[in-house]
Nanobody, 122 residues
């Protein structure tokens, strides 16, 4: 069964850090671009970051540049999103997705996780 499972979300104070993980099962991530998306209540899903299948290219939306880092460990079949200096505006459900195109267009992704909640609040 093809599956992506996110973990690592939670409640954190502003300025804090979290590392999200996206573990794949039933398929190998090696040949897939991976995207992280988020959706806050009442807002559209937003592409936050993506990384190419070859590791050498990554992208970040302006609002997270310098604070978030995407990485992948193909040996563990897992992708990570390190989130530092978190702000209340980062509060959302975060999803990872796997696809064959390196893009933040959600329609390009074939496989999706169930999401993990990130809440940034005092």
């Amino acid at each position: 069964q093809v599956q992506l499972v996110e973990s690592g979300g939670g409640l954190v104070q502003p300025g804090g850090s979290l590392r999200l993980s996206c573990a794949a099962s039933g398929f190998t991530l090696d040949y897939y671009a991976i995207g992280w998306f988020r959706q806050a209540p009442g807002k559209e899903r937003e592409g936050v970051s993506c990384i190419s299948s070859t590791h050498d290219t990554s992208y970040y939306v302006d609002s997270v540049k310098g604070r978030f880092t995407i990485s992948r460990d193909n040996a563990k079949n897992t992708v990570y999103l390190q989130m530092n200096s978190l702000k209340p505006d980062d509060t959302a459900v975060y999803y990872c997705a796997a696809g064959t195109r390196w893009t933040t267009m959600s329609s390009a992704y074939d496989y999706w996780g169930q999401g993990t909640q990130v809440t940034v609040a005092t």
